[in-house]
């Protein structure tokens, strides 16, 4: 059941309560102990404070982020990804389900004092416990993405009111290719027709191309980091759609081309033909109409690409609205840490920024990666956790 008891409206940015019933820290057990039939253990995590780099510089903590979660369940989360990383799915599912019983709970508490004295109170516990609970499932969908980040060994940018001097910025190492490397061949071809649209860097540019610099307004870099996070959630979501029509219209051709061919056995074993041999000319045949050749990543690329085109618009607004109201919430507090003023971290600014073509590719191509782990922490959460509809 998804039970909508919102305070005022939409949910707006930033929006943080106090945890009504708060948890304390939480350790796991020993690698070589059960986890699995046991509840988290609530002793401390100690985490050793130590000199570091500038807060500009990517340190070798994987929460070096511009978004710090605030909720007990992020910080906890953010613990155990820093100290003990093997535990981290589990901690997570653990998180979304008691996150899940303890909203359940004031609900079904609501819903049995209905038409009592204490009707409104629980009514307004539930509605607090509520939005207790969407602010925790923001920060462990955000920790589910850093998660993925860590895990291509890509640092996602600090905040760039710590990057900026004297007007400009520089972010190094640049890491194209593992960011790359998440996409497959037909969905990296349009994301760099993306990278050249929206920034004007040519996929076989050269380095002196790269490295030449640019001016660009702090708010319009903004609104390009946000656009890219939309666009690779709208390739996850239009590739996967595209893979499963694909998938099943593959299905129904072996299904159709066994039935013809089963009908045609006995013919042929009367010329002396055996079953295997009929049976390796059908697959052979399959694999040349699919186009499993030579040409087979650029047959694919223009296919995925005219399948994306021939969308009507209802298709490509399923497929390129956040599905939830956690993910939009999460998009603008990530956007507002990262572009922020630092004081007030709004977005109005009228800053040009000073920077190269290569710093631009950067932020476009981990702002694509974000888009596309967030398509992945959202189906994940909403599967334990029932997220609002946006």
């Known amino acids: 059941m998804d039970h909508n008891l919102s305070l005022h409206g939409p949910a707006k940015t930033l929006p943080f309560l106090p945890p009504s019933k708060p948890r304390g820290p939480r350790s796991f057990p020993p690698s070589n102990s059960n986890f699995g039939r046991r509840r988290l253990l609530r002793s401390g995590v100690v985490v050793q404070a130590r000199a570091g780099p500038s807060p500009c510089e990517f340190s070798s903590s994987p929460l070096n982020t511009p978004l710090e979660p605030n909720s007990p369940a992020g910080k906890f989360l953010s613990r155990v990804l820093q100290n ?58 955000y920790m589910l993405i850093l998660y993925k980040f860590s895990e291509i060994r890509v640092q996602l940018v600090p905040k760039l009111s710590r990057c900026i001097y004297n007007g400009r910025l520089e972010i190094w190492p640049s890491k194209d290719w593992e960011l790359e490397s998440i996409h497959e061949f037909e969905v990296l071809e349009m994301i760099r027709e993306h990278i050249s649209t929206v920034i004007g860097l040519r996929a076989n540019c050269s380095v002196t191309d790269s490295w030449a610099t640019t001016e660009i307004q702090r708010l319009r870099l903004g609104r390009v980091y946000v656009a890219s996070i939309l666009y690779g959630y709208f390739l996850k979501s239009a590739s996967l759609r595209y893979y499963l029509e694909e998938c099943l219209a593959s299905a129904h051709q072996d299904l159709h081309l066994t039935h013809r061919n089963s009908l045609q056995f006995p013919e042929a074993w009367s010329y002396g033909l055996k079953q295997n041999q009929v049976v390796g000319c059908v697959n052979n045949m399959q694999s040349i109409s699919l186009g499993r050749g030579t040409n087979g990543h650029e047959l694919k690329q223009e296919k995925l690409k005219c399948y994306v085109m021939g969308f009507d618009p209802e298709t490509l607004q399923r497929c390129a609205k956040l599905r939830s109201r956690e993910a939009v919430n999460l998009v603008e507090k990530h956007s507002c840490a990262l572009f922020g003023d630092g004081q007030t971290g709004l977005l109005d600014t009228d800053e040009v920024i000073l920077t190269s073509f290569s710093s631009l590719k950067r932020l476009v191509l981990e702002a694509i990666a974000f888009g596309s782990f967030l398509w992945d922490a959202e189906e994940y959460a909403d599967a334990v956790y029932k997220l609002k509809e946006n």
């Open 84 to 141: 003990q990383r093997q535990y981290f799915n589990l901690a997570v599912s653990d998180e979304l389900k008691l996150l899940a019983n303890d909203r359940d709970a004031a609900v079904a508490r609501m819903s049995l004092s209905s038409g009592s004295d204490e009707g409104p109170l629980h009514r307004r516990i539930a509605q607090l416990k509520e939005h207790e609970c969407q602010t925790a499932v923001e920060d462990v969908m």
